[in-house]
């Protein structure tokens, strides 16, 4: 059974950093595609990151040069470093197994706010 942990969120202000982990279990994560989602308040799920089994990375527009998709294919774990935070981050981040969210964790909540 795939499961999916999100951790790290928080309150942070403008031009801040946080860290966001994903411990997974129940499958075999090392060759599997991860993706990063999002969800802000009122909108649909967003595309965030991409990372391949070979570590090749791909990220949305909107945060290009700000965030950094990493993995640990001995952990098991998927993370999100995302810098030089705006308002506009302001979301629920998700982790998951598909490019559409259909296997995602429970989200972990940041706020980006002064």
């Known amino acids: 059974q795939v499961q999916l942990v999100e951790s790290g969120g928080g309150l942070v202000q403008p031009g801040g950093s946080l860290r966001l982990s994903c411990a997974t279990s129940?499958?075999?994560?090392?060759?599997?595609?991860m993706y990063w989602l999002r969800q802000a308040p009122g909108k649909g799920l967003e595309w965030v990151a991409t990372s391949d089994r070979d570590g090749t990375t791909h990220y949305a527009d909107s945060v290009q040069g700000r965030f950094t998709i990493s993995r640990d294919n001995i952990k098991n774990e998927l993370y999100l470093q995302m810098n030089s935070l705006t308002p506009e981050d302001t979301a629920v981040y998700f982790c998951?197994?598909?490019?559409?969210?259909?296997?995602r964790g429970q989200g972990t909540q940041v706020t980006v706010s002064t």
């Open positions: 129940g499958f075999a994560f090392r060759i599997w595609w």
């Open positions: 998951a197994t598909d490019s559409r969210g259909d296997s």
